[in-house]
């Protein structure tokens, strides 16, 4: 990625038919712990191989850059990393920056990089990678329902055994980051990985990340209209692109040499401390009518993940999730923000990829509502914030009602149960 210069050129748009329904080996398991969520970032990122100091971050804010793509890994890794401790990152997020983490290993065995992954044995080789990327990960106090990024940089993809253990590879990363229960995110060559994973994104044989970063140094920041990726493939909040290169900008005085990326994707979710106003109850939901899980003392500090809404207590709806799995009304909760919610706090979402194509987006929790304009296709990920019952689809009466306020049934959407509700999804 940072450093590897890589040049456009033409590629034929890949010509493909109808998708058909993801099948079992698309849309491998992958379940939340109780205290955590996925962050979904919108807006201009910048990577750079070495993490800055608190200082330069600080005066990055006054860039238009909200996110940084962070290496926090690899045997390719080659820039040292002195800033890059759990301190930095709770220290940058509380700044309101969103991290991209991204881990450097094995490349592809016809590629140009020094360590190579076996042509036989890739499958094993991506089960310790994405191993060690969560082992880096939550030493940084990423928290799992984040995405990590495998870095795959640019490969002869007409090298047919070549190709196959990038696959391989890239396949058995996405299913054990899900069995730790971390998203998986690639970051590929529009010419070389892109083209090479959305010709597998239905194949029954390769698991399919749930978000994909092209590098296509064309100045354009679209994040549709990919020539080697059709639109309907990684759709809904699974899109980064690098499209611009090493060169350096100056913000607050400060210079740094950058490549420019734009995401519409999951990325670190990590916790935020804050203070307590009063003598409060934890509770196992967002409402006062829940179970008492626990009592926190004024002035004590606790560890908010996401924000939801609930009950309304005071003047607001809003409810902080705790790392614990537990909701604190955010009324009572040093938060900037009332009655709303408050950034850099992610609302709680937990997304899941979706098993058919054309799964419609209703308006309410059952099949007689109306839908929405612009059916979900098949590995698009539903972002869900909550559970409720509806309308038997299938197997199941459970809907999920999604963070841009429609509704899908669960039996299309590669949760944990198609009979019943998923933990830790929140009821509505």
């Known amino acids: 990625m940072f450093k590897v210069k890589v040049a456009v050129v033409a590629v034929a748009t890949l010509v493909l038919g109808p998708s058909a329904p993801a099948l079992a080996e698309p849309t491998t398991p992958l379940t939340y712990n109780a205290g955590t969520t996925a962050t979904r970032f919108t807006g201009l990122a910048f990577d750079t191989c070495t993490a800055p100091t608190l200082t330069q971050m600080t005066a990055w804010k006054a860039s238009p850059y909200k996110a940084i793509g962070i290496y926090i890994g690899g045997v390719n890794r ?71 990024y495998n870095d795959m940089e640019n490969y002869d993809n007409t090298n047919a055994v070549c190709r196959s253990a990038v696959l391989h590879y890239l396949s058995a990363w996405t299913k054990e980051v899900h069995l730790q229960r971390y998203l998986s995110g690639v970051y590929v060559h529009q010419n070389s990985g892109a083209p090479d994973l959305a010709a597998a994104y239905n194949s029954t044989s390769y698991a399919r990340p749930d978000a994909l970063w092209i590098a296509r140094w064309d100045l354009s920041s679209s994040l549709t209209g990919w020539p080697t990726v059709p639109n309907p493939f990684w759709a809904v909040g699974q899109r980064g692109k690098q499209y611009r290169g090493d060169h350096t900008e100056t913000y607050g005085g400060v210079t740094l040499n950058i490549d420019n990326d734009r995401f519409d994707a999951p990325v670190a979710s990590v916790s935020y401390l804050y203070t307590v106003r009063t003598t409060i109850h934890s509770y196992s939901g967002p409402s006062t009518a829940y179970p008492v899980r626990s009592t926190i003392p004024a002035n004590a500090k606790v560890s908010i993940v996401c924000q939801t809404f609930g009950a309304k207590i005071g003047t607001t709806i809003v409810w902080n999730k705790l790392i614990n799995g537990t909701y604190i009304t955010d009324y009572y909760t040093r938060t900037p923000s009332k009655p709303g919610y408050s950034p850099p706090l992610p609302g709680c979402s937990y997304p899941f990829q979706t098993t058919i194509n054309g799964l419609s987006r209703r308006r309410g929790p059952g099949t007689s509502y109306g839908t929405y304009p612009g059916p979900l296709p098949a590995g698009a990920l539903a972002w869900i914030t909550c559970q409720l019952p509806g309308t038997k689809v299938g197997t199941t009466s459970v809907w999920n009602r999604l963070s841009d306020g429609s509704y899908v049934t669960d039996y299309y959407v590669a949760t944990a149960s198609n009979t019943t509700y998923t933990a830790p999804i929140r009821r509505c």
């Open 78 to 148: 080659s820039c040292a990393q002195p800033q890059l401790t759990a301190g930095w990152v709770t220290a940058v997020t509380a700044m309101g920056w969103r991290l991209v983490p991204i881990y450097l290993g094995l490349q592809a065995p016809c590629g140009t990089r020094r360590y190579k992954m076996s042509t036989t044995s890739s499958n094993r080789e991506g089960v310790r990678e994405a191993d060690d990327a969560v082992a880096k990960a939550k030493a940084l106090g990423i928290l799992p329902g984040s995405a990590i």
